[in-house]
């Protein structure tokens, strides 16, 4: 006598292995797709934080409000003259509150600001080299290149030292200024 083999699975269970199986399989993808036109692009961003008295979030509409520089330099890569416009970072710790000129002294000279990129890329500036009072370094937050926007790679923030031999902390793609005190 040949015994039938009996599903040892609970029929309501049996009924609910497909749902989960398309439930598990649809988990990667959204329930609704978004158009184009559904997708805000996501305005950039200039961050300022640290040992500051006003930490700031500013974009590229707000710089071009404030006072601009202009700024040629060559190129040392391709050799090609190149003008940056921007606004001098001196200007932008200011407005975040960071001690200049004659407050800058004593301990707050130990200051320092670390300029990061998206990619992870960081450099290191003294306080006292961004302030005109000690040293005119012109070094500014450019947000445009021989009058374009920068391009994707570059920008929309590039950190430009015009006056350093190399182009080492210049910072492309610059995403967040950070004051270090002591």
Known sequence: MLKRSRSTTHPRIAA?????FVAILAE???LTLKTPRQTAAVP??????????????????????????????????DKKKETYEGVLLEELLHRAGVPQGEQLRGRAMATYVIAEADDGYRVVFSLAELDSGIL???VIVADTMDGAPLVAQQGPFRLVAPHEKRPARWVRMLKSITVVGP
């Open 16 to 20: 609910l292995i497909p749902i989960l």
């Open 28 to 30: 990667p993808f959204p």
């Open 44 to 77: 950039a961003e200039l961050r300022i934080g640290g040992a500051v008295s006003t930490p700031l979030v500013l974009t590229l509409a707000d710089l071009e409000k404030m006072p601009r520089k202009s700024i040629s330099v060559v190129n040392p890569h």
């Open 136 to 138: 005119e370094s012109e």
